[in-house]
């Protein structure tokens, strides 16, 4: 897609916007600030179709998408070697797992039709995951895309609202800032090897992800290359805090953006329906959060943050605040969507006999 130059106009303002609200979201001490304040803000403007720049918000999908690259390559500054060899022992919570995302999806099916929206619509809208996917999916199922994608992007959104709060609670101290990254080589200087090892772990992660059809390729590619770099000993640190503050800036505008064009109508039913079931759905990750901390497998923050229904890319951000969950919830989350598009894929076909 080729810029004019309103367009240019239109996207540097709805940044400005962003970074607004992610300063102010972060200097009233807010946890997840830059992420947190960008989407309120910017998602206030486009539900309200207020004017920037003479038009409406305007931040591409793929302007937010070529961000992602960095929250893997941080996260694959953390697969240490005795990281590594915790991933054995989180076998229990990934076949808990299993068992989560269709009992999330029945229940989020059950609100979704119990509010009046037709089979497909709820169907797909209540996956716990994989967003483009079920849309995609909820399309070729005769379904109303436009409900379906407006409740997965309130699902997110709402998720990414309430965690951070909520693991605030848990733990006693506020998570996700850019200066509160733990991640081993965070802090360390970078030179210009150092800079190009991470940049092309990036790039060519994310263009080999690709090529591999792995799952949420954008963040896993990347994080895998990382990983590599950092285990044969070619680079010690991570991308610095004030990057992954600017991610969280972009990733939080591009979720509020999203909110332009969509009809009142929708909305208005759609924040009714996505508000029970966020009660919901959070309430049933919070119950298998504690049945894996009984089990003795992970801290109940770690776990609640491993099964929370929100986007892999920014429950990782909301991570990179503790080394050891790092690891732990990417895994968890990149599981959660292969198997939420499995349910999703296969499961219609006996919901239509």
Partial sequence: MRLTKADWAALLATLAVAGVGGVVATALH?????????????????????????????????????????????????????????????????????????????????IYSAGGLDRPTAFFAAVPGGLIESIDLAEAAGANVPMAATLHFLRLIGTILCVPLIFTVLTGHSVGSASGIKVAGSGLPLGLWDAGVLIAAGVLGWAGGRVLRLPAYWLTGPLIASALAHGLGWVHGVPPGWL????????????????????????????????????AILSVAFGFALVVQGLGVAPLAAAFLAFAPGGVAEMSLIALSLQYSLVFVTLHHVARILIAVMVAKYGYRFLRE
């Fill in 30 to 110: 807010l946890p997840l600030g830059f992420m947190l304040g960008s989407i309120v803000l910017v998602g206030l403007i486009a539900g309200f179709g207020l004017k920037i720049s003479g038009r409406g918000v305007f931040l591409p999908q793929k302007l937010r998408m070529s961000f992602i690259p960095v929250i893997g390559v941080v996260i694959g500054g953390a697969f240490t070697p005795e990281v590594a060899g915790q991933v054995l022992g989180w076998w229990i919570s990934l076949l808990a797992l299993l068992m989560y995302v269709p009992v999330a999806h029945a229940v989020g099916f059950a």
């Fill in 244 to 279: 992954v503050a600017v991610t969280q800036v972009v990733v939080g505008g591009g979720l509020g953006a999203r909110f332009a064009g969509v009809g009142g109508a929708i909305l208005r039913r759609a924040v009714g329906l996505s508000l029970l079931y966020g009660v």
